[in-house]
């Protein structure tokens, strides 16, 4: 039995679960807290072992020793492509169709941009970008930002549920701007559908991948995708505020150009030339000089998704979440909790979200007792499950310990909220 069949529904069929699950001992990888049940991967994913040494050997080494010469002899140049090569079997991508740069908010502005210029040239009428209401903000503020910028008449069309999307997709849309796993429901969109639908109607798509990559199998090739963007610091493990990654399907990218045409992104950065001349494969996307010592980080994070496939991980997150809402709604029945994510699996990422009136407070009170989720307004808890550390029991736990907050009271009502919730 690799994933149970059944719920388990007592704490013994839990830790049986975990003996014979098959990415148990991927835990190991992982330094967490001894008193902590940290359902909060999906935010800040947790410290692989093996990044504190690798920390060491940068700083200590590869910068106190080697100084300059590390851009060649430790590799620090090549960092943003090859380690966007690792990625790219877990997006379903190609040799040099990834790399990692910049924040997912910067390389939404670059494709964003980049799409638009490639609409421009083919069809000048298609003014419009379709997105939705409840899609991440900075998403929807960087093409608020891009478009007033232009004022060449861009506009965002925001629907309010994802069934709205394919009406709203006409001959007038540029492009599709989607994030794959929505951040607040934990919702999935149908990739492969979709894109299918924006292209009869002459639309590009975007995909913002934050949520899905190393969460659920991905695949941007197979699917038709157009371009993709994504954190590596959430499911991926890479480290706090890591750059982030940057797909272009190879069809788009001798058309693409973007915005921020710095020299990273030039033919020949060291050639000194005062023209640009971008480079011809993805190192186009790229800007400036990356923060090394977290984009070399990165690669603690990715090397622990060799150990495994992304099917297997798929398997264990529905597992963990179907046990999760399973016991949610045997244990807590009698408390106003609402089910925000899909119950069918199939339309779900890898974290759950429930909503309660007082889920900030509750939230906290969770926290307190070591159950480490997170809260997004309104009203929404978010429990997070990685199934490269999350244990079934844990799950149980987590669910022994939410129940008895809600059953005592034992929680805040005040509408206080810490900078980052
Ligand atoms: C987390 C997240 C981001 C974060 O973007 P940054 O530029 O790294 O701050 C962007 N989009 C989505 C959908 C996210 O979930």
């Known amino acids: 039995m690799t994933t149970p069949d059944a719920t388990p529904m007592t704490r013994d069929d839990c830790l049986q679960c975990d003996l014979d699950d098959p990415l148990a001992p991927l835990r190991a990888q ?112 960087m093409a608020q930002g891009l478009i007033s910028w232009l004022a060449r008449g861009y506009s965002l069309r925001l629907v309010d549920s994802a069934g709205e999307l394919a009406a709203a997709i006409d001959g007038d849309t540029a492009v599709l701007m989607l ?11 149908d990739m492969q559908s979709l894109n299918r639908h924006a292209h009869e109607h002459g639309a590009l798509v975007i995909w913002d991948l934050a949520h899905s990559v190393g969460a659920v199998p991905l695949a941007l ?46 033919a020949q950065p060291f050639a000194m030339q005062p023209e640009f001349l971008p480079e011809a494969g993805i190192a186009r996307a790229l800007c400036g000089t990356p923060p090394v010592l977290s984009l070399a980080l990165v690669e603690c994070g990715l090397d622990v998704f060799d150990l495994t496939d992304m099917q297997a991980i798929r398997q264990k997150s529905l ?47 969770l926290i307190a007792r070591g159950v480490i989720g997170d809260y997004r307004e309104p009203h929404i808890m978010r429990f997070g499950f990685t199934p490269l550390y999350t244990r079934y029991a844990d799950v149980w736990d987590a669910v022994e310990i939410l129940a008895d907050i809600l059953d005592t009271g034992a929680y805040s009502s005040s509408d206080a909220r810490a900078k980052v919730t």
Request: with cysteine.
């Open 319 to 365: 597992a963990l979440t179907n046990l999760f809402i399973a016991l949610v709604e045997a244990r807590c029945a009698s408390h106003p909790l609402a089910l925000l994510t899909p119950r069918d699996a199939a339309q779900r990422g890898s974290h759950v979200s429930l909503t309660h009136t007082h889920g900030y407070g509750v939230m906290q009170a």
């Open 221 to 266: 090739q197979r699917d038709e995708a157009d371009f993709a963007v994504g954190c590596t610091y959430k499911y991926l493990n890479g480290g706090p505020g890591a750059p982030a990654f940057l797909w272009i399907a190879p069809r788009l990218l001798a058309a693409f150009e973007q915005p921020l045409s710095g020299w990273w992104a030039h």
């Open 30 to 141: 992982f330094d967490l807290p001894e008193d902590v049940i940290y359902l909060d991967g999906n935010s800040l994913g947790a410290r692989p072992k093996a990044a504190l040494a690798r920390a060491q050997a940068l700083i200590a080494q590869e910068w106190g020793r080697q100084l300059i010469s590390s851009w060649n002899k430790a590799g620090w140049y090549d960092l943003p492509r090859r380690l966007g090569n690792k990625l790219a079997p877990l997006l379903g991508a190609g040799a040099d169709e990834v790399v990692l740069t910049d924040s997912t908010s910067i390389n939404l502005f670059k494709v964003l941009a980049g799409a638009l210029q490639c609409q421009a040239r083919l069809a000048p009428s298609r003014k419009v970008i379709v997105s939705e209401r409840g899609n991440f903000p900075t998403d929807l503020y």
């Open 179 to 189: 994030t794959h796993v929505n951040y607040r429901s934990g919702a999935m969109h």
